[in-house]
T-cell receptor
């Protein structure tokens, strides 16, 4: 049982380059999320998708776009990467709120 | 907006001893969930324990237990009989019922000394 799978695990970009982080879950969850983790700041919500076909902004959405491709997949796109987007990115999914979030293994992104 | 505060950036404990990690949160809601997540060096986020606000009984999972003080908006994690494998970052998190935005604290780095 794979759970939540993120690709890639590591990525280095130059300022201005674009890229898409991929996420897929096999738990049939309706809700999916993208968080970023920065030292001393915990995890902050970028975007979420409560169900297939819907997306909403979180706490730090600027500079990002998302696509909920189907129930399984939720991608995060950086159109023009900036050094401030250097971070660890986590995808997560959930179904019942009390169960909390199930996380992927994260993507370490460096923007030079 | 709801905020979560972890006032201890770093903690250390001797193997087999007990340690308590602190967490406070700010909310005007009465129905919500609280969580503790563990992040070992592997970077994987692992759910340790969860608490429903309307339940007065403190949650317990093996060596992990919480002290939930709703009026004080406090949610501390106690780790008993600490093991080397408990060394990790620990994050406290808050989530309002029927809301998709889970808020995290800044984390506490726990070191376990042999």
């Amino acid at each position: 049982n794979a759970g939540v799978t993120q690709t890639p695990k590591f990525q280095v970009l130059k300022t201005g380059q674009s890229m898409t982080l991929q996420c897929a879950q096999d738990m049939n969850h309706n809700s999916m999320y993208w968080y970023r983790q920065d030292p001393g700041m915990g995890l902050r919500l970028i975007y979420y998708s409560a169900s297939e076909g819907t997306t909403d902004k979180g706490e730090v959405p600027n500079g990002y776009n998302v696509s909920r491709l189907n129930k399984r997949e939720f991608s995060l796109r950086l159109e023009s990467a900036a050094p401030s987007q250097t971070s660890v990115y986590f995808c997560a999914s959930s179904e019942v709120h009390i169960m909390g979030l199930f996380f992927g293994s994260g993507t370490q992104l460096s923007v030079l | 907006a709801q905020t979560v505060t972890q006032s201890q950036p770093e903690m250390s404990v001797q193997e087999a001893e007990t340690v308590t990690l602190s967490c406070t949160y700010d909310t005007s809601e009465s129905d919500y969930y609280l969580f503790w997540y563990k992040q070992p060096p592997s970077r994987q986020m692992i759910l340790v324990i969860r608490q429903e606000a309307y339940k007065q009984q403190n949650a317990t999972e093996n060596r992990f237990s919480v002290n939930f003080q709703k009026a004080a908006k406090s949610f501390s994690l106690k780790i008993s009989d600490s093991q080397l494998g408990d060394a990790a970052m620990y994050f406290c998190a808050y989530r309002r019922r029927n809301n998709n935005d889970m808020r995290f604290g800044a984390g506490t780095r726990l070191t376990v000394k042999p």
